[in-house]
């Protein structure tokens, strides 16, 4: 394991500071992880060691395609998750050993809230940004 408590808050903050610029987006913490929706629907995940993995990642659903081009172009940050990579979802690592990408990362989650947002909400999002 290459993070400790303090990786999780800064992962956590900064992926709640992302989410909160992304309209309808909530936040919830479960079980010791950090859950990400959209109407009820899961967009991302900040998962801190899940089933003793050892990792501190966060889950995002993504287009086709997009999860093969991150993990086969950077193994060392993204990952296919187990559950819910066969569909498509990506795995990126947050914590500081791992030097994540950021900009990727908040890409990645703005990526998932227009998956699952409205023509409606994201024509309204592009308008002010």
Known sequence: MTWDEADVAAARERLVAVAAHLPGVETADDHGHTGFELRGKRIGWLLAGHHGDGRLALWVKAPAGEQDALVSGDPGRYFVPPYLGHRGWVGALVDRA???????????????WRMTAGKRAITAYDATH
Not at 103 to 111: M, V
């Open 98 to 112: 791992s030097d994540p990408d950021w900009p990727e990362i908040t890409a990645l989650l703005e990526q998932a």
